[in-house]
C-alpha cells in the first residue's frame, strides 16, 4: 500500500485525494451565474449589527459600514511576509511555551537539533498547539490547549521524511498530540510555565477515557480490550476547543480518520468508513507498530473516535469523557451558551467541505453548583437548514426523521443530517457566541468544491444561501440570531459578517464585502474568540504565498472585528507558513495567549521549527482590545 506523507500533505488534501474531483460535473450550469457580479452580495451582507432588517424577509445590507468612532484600541498593522511575529506599536509579544518544553522537573531539556525523547515528550509541552482556553483555579492561571496533529519530518529529524521505524516512534509521536493542561504565571521575565505545578498534565493517544452518551456500550464502539464499549484510550486531532460554565474544559476531536489503516490489503472497510475517509493507508504508520490502529484487527476503534472530550483542569487524575451526544464527526470547536431558561447550548461545526453546522440542546438546565454529570449526555442534537430568504431552522436528528436509532445517531451523525436535508457548508469551523446580545458566529473558511461536487455522503453542494460563491477559495463568516433571543429557539435570521477576498485582484464576488479592503484583506478565516467587550477575533488558516489570488494578503494572521459596525482592523501577523490558531485571555484580561501552529522558521531559526504559545500584552498595562 502507498502511504500518502502527512508532512507534504494537509488534511483538507487529503481528503481531495481520496476523493479526486471530477472532469465535469452536474452543477457547471450554475457556476457563471451565480459571480457574475459583485452586486449580487447586496442582500445577503449585513455588515454591522445595526444593518440588518431582522425577522421581515431578505435581510439587507448596509452599502456602507457604519459611521462613528472605532472601538478598536490599537492601529491596525500591514500585511508581513517574514518570519517572525508582529503587533501593533504599544504592544510586544514574548513565547511562553514550545513544543518540548519541560511540565515537569524529571523531563528533559529540548535538544534544539534533535527534539525531545519517547521518555520525555509525554512530560513535555506537544506539539502544533490548537484551541485553548486558561481558566482561573484557586487564584491560580491554568491553560488547556490542544495539540492538534505531528509534523513527522521534525518530530522524528533522525528518521528518512520522519517515517517511523519502530513501536518507540509511533509512540513519540502519539505522546507528541493530544492535550496539555498547565498552570502559567506572570514574572520578571513574563509570563513562564509553572514547573511540576499539580495541575500540569498531558493528555495522548494513550490515555484513558470514558464513553458517555447514546453511543456509549454500542456493538459499534466494542473491542476486544473493551467489550462494555465504554472505556477507550486517546483523543485524536484534537483542533478546536470550548468551555462550560461549570469549568472544564472541551477539546474537539476533527480529521481522526487519518490515524487509521490496515496491514491486509484486502480487507473490506465496513459500512460508513466511506463517509468518515476511513482508508487502508494511515498518515503515521500506527497500523504497523500498534495493533489498535489496524482496522483489519480492530475494525471498531474508529467508531471510538471524532468526539468532543470533557476534561476538567482542576484535577489531574480525574478521566476525560467522551461525550457521544455531541455527535461524531470532524469537530472544529464546542461554542456553549445557556438558553433563556439555562439549558445547554453547544454550538459544533465540521470541518469538511459540504458538511453541516450542529447544535446540541440538553435537557436539564444548568445551575451553578448543581449537577452537571449528564448535561452533556441527556440532550437532543440538531443541525441546521439556511434558506435564501436570510432565515433558517434547526432539525432535531431523531428516530422518526432520520430513519436510525439514538444510537447510530451519534455514531453516523453525519449520514443522519444528510437523512433530514441540512444545508451543506463551506467547511463550517469555529463557531463564536457574542456575549453581549444573542446571535452566533461561523467561519466557514473556504470550499473549492463549492458547486463543483457534492460531498462524501452526495449530498449536493449548490451555490446560495451563506455559501454564494462557487470555488469559494476565500472564505466567509455567516452570523444567525436566534428567534425571540434564545439560543434553544428552533428558528433563527441570519446574514453574512464578512465575504474575505481580495480587491486588488478581483472586481466580482471574489473581491469580497465592502468591509474587506486592501489594508486589511485575509483568506480562510478559522479561528474566532469574543472578548468581554464584544469584538470578534478572527485568525486565518489559509494561502499566505502572497501570490496570484492570494497577492498582497502575506502572512498567516489575527484581526479583530466589530459586529457593530462591520469594520475589521489586522492586529497581527504570524510567521510564514503557519496557522495562527487558538486564543485565550488572562482573568485580568490584559494578556492575550496565541497559539502559533506548524511554524517554518520560529521561534529560533538555527533550530528545528516548534509550535508555540505567545503572550500579546499592551505595554502600558492595560486590558488588551
Known amino acids: 500500500m502507498k502511504r500518502f506523507n502527512i508532512n507534504k500533505i494537509s488534511w483538507d488534501e487529503l481528503d481531495e485525494l481520496r476523493r479526486p474531483t471530477p472532469e465535469t460535473t452536474d452543477f457547471d450550469r450554475v457556476v457563471a451565474g451565480a459571480v457574475s457580479r459583485r452586486g449580487f452580495l447586496s442582500g445577503l451582507v449585513a455588515f ?69 525523547t519517547v521518555e520525555g515528550q509525554a512530560r513535555a509541552f506537544g506539539e502544533n498547539t490548537d484551541g485553548m482556553e486558561l481558566f482561573s483555579i484557586d487564584g491560580r492561571e ?15 529529524p533522525q528518521n528518512d521524511e520522519g517515517a517511523p521505524v519502530s513501536a518507540d516512534d509511533v509512540r513519540k509521536i502519539q505522546d507528541a498530540q493530544g492535550v496539555a493542561v498547565f498552570e502559567v504565571a506572570e514574572g520578571e521575565n513574563g509570563w513562564e510555565i509553572v514547573i511540576d505545578s499539580p495541575y500540569n498534565r498531558r493528555i495522548t493517544h494513550n490515555t484513558p477515557m470514558r464513553i458517555a452518551g447514546p453511543a456509549a456500550g454500542h456493538d459499534l464502539l466494542k473491542t476486544e480490550a473493551d467489550p462494555t464499549g465504554t472505556e477507550a484510550l486517546g483523543t485524536f486531532n484534537n483542533c478546536g476547543a470550548g468551555r462550560t460554565p461549570w469549568g472544564t474544559y472541551l477539546t474537539c476531536e476533527e480529521n481522526f480518520n487519518g490515524y487509521f489503516g490496515s496491514t491486509d ?37 474508529p467508531n471510538r473516535a471524532g468526539y468532543v472530550v ?54 436539564g438546565t444548568y445551575e451553578e453548583g448543581g449537577d452537571t454529570s449528564t448535561l452533556l449526555d441527556d440532550g437532543q442534537l440538531y443541525v441546521a437548514r439556511f434558506h435564501e430568504d436570510g432565515t433558517g431552522e434547526w ?11 439514538r444510537a447510530m445517531i451519534h455514531i453516523h451523525t453525519r449520514q443522519a443530517a444528510s437523512a433530514v436535508g441540512a444545508t451543506t457548508m463551506d467547511r463550517p469551523e ?41 470555488e469559494n477559495n476565500y472564505g466567509q463568516i455567516v452570523r444567525w440570531r436566534p428567534t425571540g433571543e434564545d439560543h434553544a429557539a428552533d428558528g433563527f435570521d441570519w ?55 492570494f497577492a498582497g494578503m502575506g502572512n498567516n494572521q489575527m484581526l479583530c472585528g466589530d459586529p457593530e459596525t462591520g469594520e475589521i482592523a489586522r492586529f497581527m501577523t504570524g510567521p510564514n507558513g503557519s496557522e495562527v490558531t487558538g486564543a485565550t485571555f488572562s482573568t485580568d484580561r490584559k494578556t492575550m495567549f496565541v497559539g502559533i501552529q506548524h511554524p517554518m522558521n520560529f521561534p529560533d531559526p538555527e533550530a528545528l521549527p516548534r509550535s508555540s504559545i505567545v503572550a500579546i500584552r499592551r505595554i502600558d498595562g492595560a486590558v488588551i482590545g
Not at 498518515?283 to 500498534?290: H, L, V
Not at 432539525?395 to 436509532?405: C, K, N, V
Open 495 to 549: 446574514d453574512l459578517y464578512v465575504m474575505a477576498g481580495n480587491p486588488e485582484v478581483h472586481d466580482d464576488a471574489y473581491a469580497g464585502s465592502d468591509n474587506v479592503t486592501p489594508g486589511n484583506m485575509f483568506n480562510s478565516p478559522d479561528g474566532m474568540k469574543f472578548d468581554s467587550q464584544g469584538m470578534l477575533w478572527i485568525q486565518t488558516d489559509g494561502d499566505d504565498s502572497n501570490e496570484g489570488d
Open 395 to 405: 432539525l432535531a436528528l431523531t428516530p422518526e426523521a432520520t430513519g436510525m436509532d
Open 48 to 116: 454591522g449589527s445595526g444593518a440588518a432588517v431582522m425577522g421581515s424577509g431578505m435581510l439587507r445590507g448596509s452599502t456602507a459600514l457604519a459611521q462613528g468612532a472605532s472601538r478598536f484600541a490599537f492601529t491596525p498593522i500591514a500585511a508581513q511576509t517574514d518570519f517572525t511575529i508582529h503587533v501593533p506599536e504599544g504592544y510586544e509579544w514574548k513565547t511562553v511555551a514550545s513544543w518540548g518544553d519541560p511540565l515537569f522537573s524529571d523531563a528533559p531539556a529540548f535538544d534544539p537539533q534533535t527534539g525531545t
Open 430 to 470: 469555529w463557531v463564536a457566541v457574542n456575549p453581549a446580545k444573542a446571535e452566533a458566529y461561523c467561519a466557514l473558511t473556504n470550499n473549492k468544491n463549492r458547486a463543483v461536487k457534492p460531498n462524501a455522503g452526495g449530498d449536493e453542494t449548490p451555490v446560495g444561501g451563506p455559501n454564494p460563491r462557487a
Open 310 to 363: 470533557e476534561i476538567d483542569p482542576a484535577d489531574a487524575s480525574s478521566t476525560p469523557v467522551k461525550r457521544t451526544a455531541l455527535g461524531r464527526f470532524k469537530h472544529e470547536n464546542a461554542e456553549v451558551t445557556l438558553a433563556a431558561d439555562n439549558r445547554v447550548v453547544v454550538y459544533l461545526g465540521d470541518d469538511e467541505r459540504g458538511e453541516f453546522l450542529y447544535r446540541y440542546v440538553s435537557n
Open 265 to 301: 490489503a484486502a480487507f473490506e472497510r465496513p459500512e460508513g468508513f466511506d463517509r468518515y475517509g476511513i482508508e487502508l493507508e494511515s498518515g503515521y504508520d500506527y497500523e504497523m507498530f500498534d495493533a489498535r490502529f489496524d482496522i483489519s484487527k480492530t475494525a471498531n476503534e
Open 142 to 156: 491554568v491553560i488547556a490547549v490542544n495539540h492538534e496533529y505531528a509534523n513527522l519530518d521534525i518530530n522524528l
